[in-house]
């Protein structure tokens, strides 16, 4: 076992000592929760719960590439309530930015499309955006990319954007995965940076969409991973090294850096 005990005092130990230099984390759209954006799946207040006022055949279909070439107004609508500038990062957000500080940020694999963890300082080259960002957006059927200024407009009034190719015409959709779509290439690029991570952090995600979810199992066996999260997610607890802190990120992320002596460091970092 490399952790002394399944504590959050251990896994500091761990990180203080030098045995965690090569930390991988993954995250999800419950990182962001306490910045003001829905997740997808909480009962109540996920985004999921809360689209059936729209009608929707089901839910998942707002992010269906076909049922958005029939229909893209339930996307647009949800993408006017999403669309980043609005929001700022959370403690948690921060806390990687750190770790990316101390240079012990191997990568960090979002699922999150709102862009807050480049706003709180974590360096692009270490952030893999598997499910892409509302950075930029393209023309579905030609692919011509589709200008920044004009998208925003178009978000605000919910009004579908449509190709700048007078000829084309096709629909324009922020470039984020939708289901039936390929993930980005840096998701594969970097796939492997779990297996020879040497402490995996997850935060903030119910590990069900696949293949993103297979970044949690993917580290070796005696490599501590570190649940927090309102609830137990995937097989994480399973192993002899799992820690779980289960409740809201940021305060689990708050314990973390107490352990670590970081707290000062990180709630001005916070601050500024
Ligand atoms: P989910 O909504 O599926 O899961 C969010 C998780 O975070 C749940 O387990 C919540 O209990 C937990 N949670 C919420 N707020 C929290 C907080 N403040 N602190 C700790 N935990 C909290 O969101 P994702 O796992 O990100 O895909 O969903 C994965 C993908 O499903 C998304 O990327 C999206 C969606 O369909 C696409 O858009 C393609």
Not at 58 to 71: G, L, Q
Request: charged share 25%; proline share 6%; glycine share 8%.
């Amino acid at each position: 076992q490399t952790l002394k005990d399944r504590s959050l005092t251990s896994v500091a130990e761990l990180i203080k000592n030098g045995g965690a230099r090569r930390i991988v984390v993954i995250t999800g759209a419950g990182l962001s929760t306490a910045a003001g954006i829905p997740d997808f799946r909480s009962p109540k207040t996920g985004l999921y719960h809360n689209l059936a006022r729209l009608n929707l055949p089901y839910a998942e279909c707002v992010f269906d590439i076909s049922y958005f070439r029939e229909n893209p107004l339930p996307f647009y609508m949800l993408a006017k309530e999403l669309y980043p500038g609005k929001f700022s990062p959370t403690i948690s957000h921060v806390f990687i930015a750190l770790l990316a500080n101390k240079g012990l940020l191997r990568m960090l694999f979002t699922q999150n499309i709102d862009c807050l963890e480049r706003v709180a300082g974590v360096p692009g080259h270490r952030i893999v955006e598997a499910h892409g960002s509302f950075a930029t957006q393209r023309c579905i059927d030609c692919m011509t990319e589709f200008p920044d200024k004009e998208m925003r407009e178009h978000i605000e009034r919910g009004a579908p954007a449509l190709c700048v190719r007078p000829e084309c015409r096709g629909l324009v959709k922020p470039d984020i995965v939708f289901f039936g779509e390929q993930l980005p290439s840096a998701f594969f690029e970097n796939r492997s940076a779990p297996a020879s991570a040497d402490l995996l952090l997850v935060l903030g995600t119910s590990l069900s969409v696949q293949p993103f979810a297979s970044l949690s199992i993917m580290a070796a066996e005696g490599v501590p991973r570190v649940l927090f999260n309102k609830e137990k997610v995937g097989d994480v607890g399973s192993r002899a090294d799992d820690v779980l802190c289960l409740g809201d990120c940021d305060s689990g992320v708050r314990k973390l850096a107490d352990e670590l002596g970081w707290r000062d460091e990180l709630e001005q970092m916070w601050r500024d």
